[in-house]
């Protein structure tokens, strides 16, 4: 019997669609590396009997980076990021995915692969394709082996409809989404380390991680910062309008409308009003009556549902495409990720409608639409990628949480509106003459409320009943007199003005506009504000302006706009994609080299708006060089800055940062330094100065004492070191001792933490070692506090003394194995008891390490 290996995008979506092939008849196991299910069962490929395997990944298996060499930002420059050579790596390392892909794909015949169907789908397809071409029986990119599966929704209609019509992964858009990458890649790094690194190394209150540049994000930025400087620059005009009030026969007061609206003249306001005051009496001069159509919307598309979920529902358009994509990866509604307004000719409008006629929401709605025949949709545009967004089966309040019914709330009734009838009203008009002035009023009555029933705030407001007044008739005039206004200057960009600007000039697709929107926030270059309007902040507003005065092409639509043409022309077969490449990067290098020329335009920008590092921050520590002391700079970079030796050192981020009892580095003489989560969080001790330039080979820039292999300090790993970490590869559990009375053993390599002893006075790290290969503790408490049975101290092994057994936490992470010692030259090299597998890893020979490093 033959086997078909299937590959879904996501774990949730692989349980749905082999629920649906199988009919509910699959079995289900986790794979190796616990992020993802196969489902197996038997049935028909190809006409003949099968045997399918369903799996998925979690999102893209591979992901583009510079070797490793280039990483380093301090000795690489950054133009050689341009054309250095760049690999495909795993995305998600710990999930090991091409190692499961291929282990799960041994020896099968045929794949199937149902991926999201989009160009990054097609570009995942590849990348599963490559992570198992040496596993499968044939050769993996043979149309023979290898099948597309192409769908809109998780439906048993659409699923099944799609396996019985399979094609082929479209390479040309997989390479389209490869030139992206890379582009992005080689631009955005270059221009980001840049500018980082100049900035920040000048500057303490910039309040920004990283002063990122993106092809995509920049020109997205400039269109919040054009609109700040239009609000800036505006100076408000005053004008005057001439108000005039009648009343009818009945005795109801009515105002008219200006014809001329406004004068920005007062003198010739003055005239108007003394011409109207001439007259006692206005002529009505017609009454007209017009009927009028507002239009049911057309089919839904990612764009329109970003905005609207911003202006109306209050969700950023990232959030929003995150709920829409769990609605879709549980049958809710059809692909969210699309461009075409123009439902197809084959589309089942008669069957999606019936499914919501139950509905306690808008059931009655759908049920007279069904009674009168559904209206033929509006017609709308094709991109030929999928169907507008539409609900794809009946959902409840009660089904759904928040934010998720409010969107699928709203494409229900979006599609339900698209098949009902227009809105019809009557609008009737009365035009009136005073001495030649012309002035109107204006009424309107509801005909037929069509789609508003279904989609109520588009409804036209209240009836607005025109007075009783007929041609030819005289009415007394009120009152007149001038109003004084000023104009008002537009207000901040809202989201789903933003999303239409960028639509409009071609920045990002229907699937990346919410990524970068979300990363000028997340930059924090604009802050959200109320009825979620973008407003630029001051290092937002001094980039955009820098890029302006260097060269305005790097923040203009128009480069990025163009870059996309040519990716759109890679994915239809009409570009080469080397050429593209080449071109588009030569282009940014010379624009790369340009900008570095010419920062200083930038600098004086930033100069006036910011604070120079030496008058940013608190005194904090004592440099070892100069022993005055360095300030703390706690916006984001979190930094010291020494002003006598005007020199920078790079703390631990997102935590605080305070002295370790005044004591020094033996190294160096910098003031020792405490890093903390928090009392459940992690943390260790660390000295500035070897956290940014590491005095050992083995010990990594960013690093702290915990990882130290200084001989004899009380702080390093070789006096805290108690065991291997089981739960990650060359990690070390190393005691905490910033940590009492809440003491702590913590992982230097992952974020594994063992809570014990607590409250104790003192805890010690002994030479000799236990049976199983841990260091022996030393632990003392206070007669007061002491948890010990009998004396108040007493030593042993964390994991293997009775004594102990009720004052050491479990980890925070997974249950930890009993772990080999990791100091040779004082265990000896016992053998652990657990390990991995049994086997565990052989003692590191700390003494011979450090002779090599002393000789």
Known sequence: MKTVFMVAEKPSLAASLANILSNGKNGTRKGFNGACSVHEWTGTFLNVPAKFKMTSVCGHVLGVDFISKYNNWDRV????????????KE?????????????????????VLWLDCDKEGENICFEVMGAIANSVMGNVYSPNVTYRARFSAITEKDIKAAFNNLGHPNENEARSVDARQELDLRIGCAFTRFQTKFFQGRYGDLDSSLISYGPCQTPTLGFCVQRHDEIQTFKPETYWCLQVTVTTKEGQEVHLEWQRVRSFDKEIANLFLQLVKDKNEAKVVSVTSKEKVKSRPTALNTVELMRVASSGLGMGPHHAMQIAEKLYTQGYISYPRTETTKYPDNFDLLGTLQQQQNSSEWGLEVKEILKNGINRPKSGHDAGDHPPITPMKPATRNELDGDAWKLYDYIARHFIGTLAKDCRYLITTAVLIINEEEFSVHGKSLIEPGFTTIMPWQAIGKNEILPDLSANEMVPIKDAKITEHQTQPPDYLTEAELITLMEKHGIGTDASIPVHINNICQRNYVNVISGRKLKPTSLGIVLVHGYQKIDDELVLPTMR??????????????????????????IFKLKFQYFVKNIDCMDQLFEVTFSPLSASGKAHSRCGKCRRYMKYIQTKPARLHCPQCDETYNLPQSGTIKLFKELKCPLDDFELLCWTMGNKGKSFVFCPYCYNNPPFKDMKKGNGCNSCSHPSCPYSLISNGVCNCAECDFGVLVL???????????????????????DAQKVTILEDNCDCGAQLVHVEYKQEKNKLEGSNESKGCVFCSPQFAKLVDRPKTAVISRPRVFRGGRAGGSRGRGGRGGKGRPPKDKMAQLAAYFV
């Not at 809440?742 to 002893?757: M, P, Q, S, V």
Request: charged letters at 25%; proline letters at 7%; one cysteine or more.
């Open 77 to 88: 420059d950054p133009v050689e990021l341009f054309s250095c050579p760049i690999e495909k």
């Open 91 to 111: 995305a998600m390392p710990k999930l090991k995915m091409p190692a499961f892909l291929a282990q799960e794909s041994t020896g099968v015949d045929h794949v």
């Open 561 to 586: 706009s163009a870059v996309e043409e040519q990716l759109n022309l890679i994915a239809v077969g009409k570009a080469n994609f080397q050429d593209v490449l080449k071109h588009t990067v030569e």
């Open 736 to 758: 905490d001792p910033s940590s009492g009375p809440k003491w702590k053993l913590g992982c230097n390599r992952c974020d594994t933490i063992i809570n014990l002893f607590d």
